[in-house]
Structures are given as structure tokens and as C-alpha cells.
């Protein structure tokens, strides 16, 4: 087993690395290989490619791998690219007598994984295994410290009925060996580091069958013997340690969350309790756990919560045994409490509501990964707004947008199209076919000769005109996954270079690019370029291209810059504000307005934790800004003085969706797939 072996082109030693390392598997004839993922560190297909050059291919259909963030997080491709070199992302296969299944739970355009509609899966594959003992491989680990995963807890309850003994997996870089819930966790280091590979052999023991894991580390020379270091025994015909079972009991109010656990048993020496960090995104977090006081059959205590918005919460409860295997459970908590915005109505749309709402008037349209689109009018404030239409279309990972009349809503799929609804019944009035997935919010500019609609698939630029008929195309380097802008003479497009490019809008001429980055190789051209940014032409003419270290403003004219504000403003769109300022929101929650002339700043506030894709929406009756965290926290900004005010934490799941204001009501999507109004 191997894992973020981050193969890259550009990088000779560190492919040296790997083929030693798997000239040296190839040596131990292995009966197969589990490679954990971030097998390259981009997914591009020249990486791709280095990297099966490195494997003998005695070896190649012995290898069994699972995607990792790096082949996903800038996938234009939709995993198609990985299946093309690999296969399904998610599979399973038996050997030896253990079931043996690969995990994707990587979000597709994102950093951290969501199992979601995959738990549905995984609990059919578990129950044709039967009672066979069963091993998981993907790439994050869970449990612990580990909230790569926002909804561990859903993917550890689906599992526990089976026979789930352990699991492999990589993403920390370092050897981590964890019991929990009943089985046995490897999370390995990473062959990039060094001439490192997990050896897995199965072996008898008094209490049954173990597969016992030892990391190989080969020597500075081929000729020097390699150092082989025990790392755990994963038992297979019987349960690791944190099997207890525990029922738990919550009881919030507005300082504290009184707990009652009591445990399946006599196992527990402690339990602990803590409230979950929403706000934590696709990281590991050390926070302090509570201690729960044992009283007859049952822990008892409390954690605070003087300092959590009113709303929805998680509260983690763990269960420690003499072995030091731990037990988690997960409970729901609502926090009463005033504030401004009051929720009114849900819809459950289903899959994952991944991109921008779009809304025209009183209707709103949000688009769903299952590949359902919904069309809503909010007309009817505080009360559940009636449902105009559903169609069924390939899955929508980015926003709608309207024709400048209203009467079309265009919607991008990874089916490799894009969608023309009609706005009044969601029938389907006309298609535009792409060579590859469509997951860019399109833009509809106005022009004298009528609406031009703009969208990239991956590596092409197309405009269309408002009956379908493509007028041009244009070539964008590498990938693309932000929305065009235009001023109606240019196009503007972030681009995988590391470049901002602009393009004629009446024949898709390249005009000028202007490079963002002085990263000196292509991975890093792509991760520090704007590459996902939402373009903006701003009051007075500049164009604004966003990175994870800068905004810049460039002359729409010449390409050349104009001003640069620090900060990582790629993740939020901005708004230009009513005195012509510009609300920009970087990805860590820091809210500023900014001069659109020189980008000096009038105010800059902390808002919310963090931010991804989901950019501030302005009350126009107010002229306060809403901003929801991607951890579902919202806040709510005064413009003109940058007073934040925190005011409720929405729901569990993450947001990447920037929301609308319609009527009065604030219109929220999120990835566990409900349309929810507030009444603000």
C-alpha cells in the first residue's frame, strides 16, 4: 500500500523517487497494491503520464487505486480524466477471503470530501459482502483529529452493522494508526516524502486472521537493505477496540449543552464530549474535548456554548476503552436564540447544491449534482414559495444564469452540455453540445444585436447568441472553472497558466493575457492563478482577476496592471456597492471595500471563518450585505461601516452557493441538498 505519491513532470527526483519505490514493490510480487491517492499532484494528463511510466507493467493491473483531492479539487474533466487512466473511482473486489472497497468521497472542484448520496452505495456493496470482513481505501482519514469529511458521522453509522475491519488511507503525509467504532485505521505517509511503501501480510493469530502493516523504507543505495518498521495488526475475524455502542442525550440552551451518554456496556474508562468546529474546512483540528462525569450507568456533564450563533449545531461524544480504541457518536443540537434572519422554508431539492443561484424577479433557480433543476417564486414572503417546474438534466455543479428578458434560464452540466430551459415551464428549448464537461457558471451579456451567452468546457471558450447558435470559440490554456466577464467590446477569463486572458466579444480574438503569478512551474501556476475566479469588471473600466494571494485590477485596454490588493479574493465574488465600492471577501472571512480606482481600502472586517464560492449578496432595501461562511454560518455587514454582526449558523452542511435576496427573504443552498428561505 502507497499513498500521495504526487507524481509530477517537472519534478526529476522526485520521480526517481518512485520508481525505485516501485521497482521494490514489483520485487516483494505483491497480489495487488492500494494506492490512496494524490497520485499526481494536479491530475493533468502529462502528470498522468510520467507516472505510469514509472510502473513496470508486471505490476500496472496489480495496482487498485482511489482518487485523492489532487486528482479532484481542479478536475475540469469531471473524473472522466482519472477513469480514462484508471477506471470507476469507487469499486470493490475480494481477495484472500477479505472484502476490499475504494472510497471516493472527494467533491469535485473542492478540497474536502462529503460521502452523501454515496452512503446509499457503500451500504449495498457491505451488504452483498455479507459477514466476509471488509477493508476500505480512500484517501482522507476520518475519525480523531481528521474533519477532512463533514459527515463522518453519517459514513461511521452507515458502515456499523458490517463487518469493517479497517481502513487505509493517506492526505496527512505521515503514518497515523487509529482504533475506533470498531476497527483499525492506517493512514500512511507519503512516497513523495522518501522511499517509503506500506508492506500488508496476512498472518494467524490467537484471536483469528490480522493483516499486520509494516512500513518498508529502502535504503540510499539499491544495494543497502531496507529498514522495516511494525506499524499495526488490523484484526479480520473479530472487531478492533471502540465497539461500545452509546445513546446519547443533548439538552442545549443559550450557554451550555447538557449531556447524557450511557454506553452499551461496561467498556468506557472516559468519555468526552465537544461541540462540533463547523467552522473548520477541510483540515484536522486539536481542539480541547470536555470530560463527562461517570454517575451510576451513565457520563454526564456539559459543553459550552456561550459562544455559538443561534441555529444548528453537532455535538461529538467519544467513548475511551482500556485498549485505547474510541467509540464516536454524533448528535444534533438547535440553539434557541433572536436573529435577524428567521428561517421560513425548506425545500429538499436532493444530491448537492453546488453552484451560484440564479434569480430573476420572484423566481429562483438552483441547479442539483443529481441533476435535478428546480424553479421556485419566492413571491410569496414567509410562507413556502410554490415550486414552477423540475427538470431532470446531467448534474449541475455550477449556477444558472438568466437571459436578460427572463425568459430562458441556461444551465451548464457535466453531460457535456448546456441547457437552454425554457423560464416559464423548464422545457428544454435548445442545446449546445461540448467535447467536454461544462462546469462554469455561464454569463449573459447584453449587446446591441442581442443577449451573448459565455461558458467554458475545460480548455474552450464558446459564445452563443440567445437562440443557441455558437458564434465563436477560443482556446483557453490548460483550464478554466470561473466565470467570464464582459465590458461588451471584451471577454475576460482566469486561465490554468496563471494567466488573465481577454478576448474580442464579436470574434474571440485573443487580445491580451497578463500573467498573476511568478510561480516558475505549471502545478503552481495553476493553484496560484485565477483559474476559478468569478472575473468582475469594475466601476470605471478595470477588470478584476482574483487569486489566492492577490485581486488584481488590470486596464481593460492595454492588459497592463492598475492596482493590486493582497489577499486570497479567488474563492468569493464581489459586489459593487451603491457608491460604487467594491465588497470584496477573501477566503478566509475578511470582508473590504475597496476603492475600484486605486484599491485602497475604505474598511476591512473579519466576517466569518472562511469562505468558498459563496460570495456576499446585498439587501437592496438596506444596503446590508449577507455573507454565509462555507461552514453555513451567516453574517450580516453594514456597507458603509463594515459593523459585522453574526448572526445565526444556518445548518451542518457546507455551502458553496451564493445566495439571493428576493422579497425580502434570503434564499440559501447548500451540499446537503435543501433550498432553505429566511425572512430578513
Known amino acids: 500500500m502507497l499513498t500521495d505519491t504526487h507524481a509530477n513532470e517537472e519534478e526529476a527526483a522526485r520521480l526517481a523517487n518512485l520508481r525505485r519505490i516501485f521497482a521494490a514493490i514489483e520485487a516483494e510480487d505483491p497480489q495487488f497494491v492500494l494506492h490512496c491517492g494524490d497520485i499526481t499532484d494536479y491530475g493533468s494528463d502529462a502528470g498522468l503520464e510520467a507516472y505510469r511510466g514509472l510502473i513496470p507493467d508486471a505490476l500496472w493491473d496489480r495496482i487498485r487505486h482511489a482518487p485523492g483531492n489532487h486528482e479532484i479539487r481542479w478536475d475540469t474533466s469531471a473524473r472522466e480524466r482519472f477513469q480514462r487512466w484508471f477506471g470507476p473511482t469507487s469499486y470493490s473486489f475480494d481477495a484472500g477471503g477479505v472484502h476490499f472497497m475504494a472510497l471516493d468521497p472527494t467533491q469535485l472542484l473542492q478540497e474536502p470530501a462529503l460521502f452523501a448520496d454515496d452512503l446509499k452505495t457503500i451500504r449495498d456493496d457491505l451488504d452483498g459482502a455479507g459477514d466476509t470482513p471488509s477493508v476500505l481505501f480512500l484517501h482522507y482519514p476520518l475519525g480523531g483529529s481528521n474533519y477532512y469529511?463533514?459527515?463522518?458521522?453519517?459514513?461511521?453509522?452507515?458502515?456499523?452493522?458490517?463487518?469493517?475491519?479497517?481502513?487505509?488511507?493517506?492526505?496527512?503525509?505521515?503514518?497515523?494508526?487509529?482504533?475506533?467504532?470498531?476497527?483499525?485505521q492506517v493512514a500512511a505517509i507519503a512516497s513523495r516524502l522518501g522511499p517509503y511503501y506500506l508492506r500488508v501480510t496476512e498472518s494467524s493469530t490467537a484471536q483469528g486472521r490480522a493483516l499486520v502493516v509494516e512500513q518498508v523504507t529502502l535504503g540510499t543505495t539499491d544495494d543497502e537493505q531496507p529498514a522495516v518498521q511494525r506499524l499495526a495488526a488490523i484484526p479480520l475475524d473479530t472487531a478492533s477496540s471502540g465497539t461500545e455502542r452509546m445513546n446519547v442525550a443533548a439538552r442545549p440552551s443559550s450557554s451550555a449543552v447538557s449531556l447524557t451518554a450511557v454506553p452499551r456496556g461496561e467498556a468506557a474508562e472516559t468519555v468526552e464530549a465537544r461541540v462540533y468546529p463547523q467552522s473548520v474546512f477541510g483540515l484536522a483540528d486539536t481542539g480541547a474535548w470536555t470530560p463527562l462525569a461517570k454517575r451510576g450507568g451513565s457520563w454526564q456533564g456539559t459543553v459550552d456554548a456561550s459562544a455559538l450563533a443561534p441555529g444548528h449545531h453537532r455535538v461529538q461524544v467519544r467513548a475511551k476503552d482500556a485498549a485505547g480504541g474510541h467509540r464516536y457518536e454524533t448528535v444534533a443540537v438547535e440553539k434557541k436564540g433572536p436573529s435577524r434572519a428567521r428561517p421560513a422554508w425548506e425545500i429538499e431539492v436532493g444530491g448537492r447544491l453546488q453552484g451560484a443561484l440564479a434569480a430573476h424577479g420572484s423566481v429562483v433557480v438552483s441547479g442539483s449534482t443529481s441533476g435535478r433543476v428546480i424553479a421556485v417564486d419566492a413571491a410569496s414572503r414567509g410562507r413556502r414559495p410554490k415550486t414552477l417546474w423540475s427538470a431532470r438534466l446531467g448534474p449541475v455543479h455550477r449556477g444558472a444564469a438568466f437571459t436578460s428578458d427572463g425568459n430562458l434560464v441556461i444551465v451548464p452540466s457535466a453531460d457535456h452540455r448546456l441547457y437552454a430551459l425554457d423560464a416559464r415551464t423548464?422545457?428544454?428549448?435548445?442545446?449546445?453540445?461540448?467535447?467536454?464537461?461544462?462546469?462554469?457558471?455561464?454569463?449573459?451579456?447584453?449587446?446591441?444585436?442581442?443577449?451573448?451567452?459565455?461558458?467554458?468546457?475545460?480548455?474552450?471558450?464558446?459564445?452563443?447568441?440567445?437562440?443557441?447558435?455558437?458564434?465563436?470559440?477560443?482556446?483557453?490554456?490548460?483550464?478554466?472553472?470561473?466565470?467570464?466577464?464582459?465590458?461588451?467590446?471584451?471577454?475576460?477569463?482566469?486561465?490554468?497558466?496563471?494567466?488573465?486572458?481577454?478576448?474580442?466579444?464579436?470574434?474571440?480574438?485573443?487580445?491580451?493575457?497578463?500573467?498573476?503569478?511568478?510561480?516558475?512551474?505549471?502545478?503552481?501556476?495553476?493553484?496560484?492563478?485565477?483559474?476559478?475566479?468569478?472575473?468582475?469588471?469594475?466601476?470605471?473600466?478595470?477588470?478584476?482577476?482574483?487569486?489566492?494571494?492577490?485581486?488584481?485590477?488590470?486596464?481593460?485596454?492595454?492588459?497592463?496592471?492598475?492596482?493590486?490588493?493582497?489577499?486570497?479574493?479567488?474563492?468569493?465574488?464581489?459586489?459593487?456597492?451603491?457608491?460604487?465600492?467594491?465588497?470584496?471577501?477573501?477566503?478566509?472571512?475578511?470582508?473590504?471595500?475597496?476603492?475600484?480606482?486605486?484599491?485602497?481600502?475604505?474598511?476591512?472586517?473579519?466576517?466569518v471563518p472562511r469562505v468558498v464560492n459563496?460570495?456576499?449578496?446585498?439587501?437592496?432595501?438596506?444596503?446590508?450585505?449577507?455573507?454565509?461562511?462555507?461552514?453555513?454560518?451567516?453574517?450580516?455587514?453594514?456597507?458603509?461601516?463594515?459593523?459585522?454582526?453574526?448572526?445565526?449558523?444556518?445548518?451542518?452542511?457546507?455551502?458553496?452557493?451564493?445566495?439571493?435576496?428576493?422579497?425580502?427573504?434570503?434564499?440559501?443552498?447548500?451540499?446537503?441538498?435543501?433550498?432553505?428561505?429566511?425572512?430578513?
Open 149 to 184: 469529511a463533514n459527515d463522518t458521522e453519517d459514513f461511521l453509522r452507515t458502515i456499523d452493522p458490517y463487518p469493517v475491519r479497517g481502513i487505509f488511507a493517506g492526505h496527512i503525509h505521515r503514518n497515523e494508526v487509529t482504533a475506533f467504532n470498531g476497527l483499525t
Open 426 to 607: 423548464g422545457r428544454t428549448r435548445w442545446t449546445s453540445r461540448f467535447d467536454k464537461p461544462v462546469l462554469t457558471t455561464p454569463l449573459v451579456t447584453p449587446t446591441d444585436a442581442g443577449d451573448r451567452i459565455l461558458v467554458t468546457a475545460e480548455d474552450r471558450l464558446r459564445c452563443l447568441d440567445a437562440a443557441g447558435a455558437t458564434l465563436w470559440e477560443a482556446s483557453v490554456p490548460v483550464r478554466t472553472a470561473g466565470r467570464a466577464a464582459s465590458d461588451g467590446e471584451r471577454v475576460y477569463v482566469g486561465a490554468g497558466d496563471g494567466r488573465g486572458y481577454a478576448y474580442d466579444l464579436r470574434t474571440g480574438k485573443t487580445l491580451w493575457s497578463l500573467l498573476t503569478t511568478d510561480r516558475p512551474d505549471k502545478y503552481r501556476q495553476l493553484i496560484y492563478g485565477p483559474w476559478d475566479d468569478w472575473i468582475e469588471v469594475l466601476p470605471g473600466g478595470a477588470v478584476l482577476f482574483s487569486t489566492v494571494t492577490d485581486g488584481i485590477a488590470v486596464d481593460p485596454t492595454t492588459g497592463h496592471e492598475v492596482w493590486r490588493a493582497a489577499g486570497s479574493y479567488i474563492f468569493a465574488p464581489s459586489v459593487v456597492l451603491d457608491d460604487a465600492g467594491v465588497l470584496m471577501v477573501t477566503e478566509w472571512g475578511v470582508a473590504t471595500v475597496l476603492d475600484p480606482a486605486t484599491g485602497a481600502p475604505r474598511w476591512s472586517s473579519q466576517a
Open 614 to 680: 459563496a460570495g456576499p449578496v446585498l439587501d437592496p432595501r438596506t444596503g446590508t450585505a449577507w455573507l454565509v461562511s462555507v461552514g453555513g454560518l451567516l453574517a450580516a455587514i453594514d456597507t458603509s461601516l463594515g459593523a459585522v454582526t453574526v448572526d445565526r449558523q444556518l445548518f451542518a452542511a457546507n455551502t458553496f452557493s451564493t445566495p439571493v435576496v428576493v422579497g425580502g427573504q434570503l434564499i440559501v443552498a447548500a451540499q446537503d441538498g435543501i433550498l432553505r428561505g429566511l425572512t430578513i
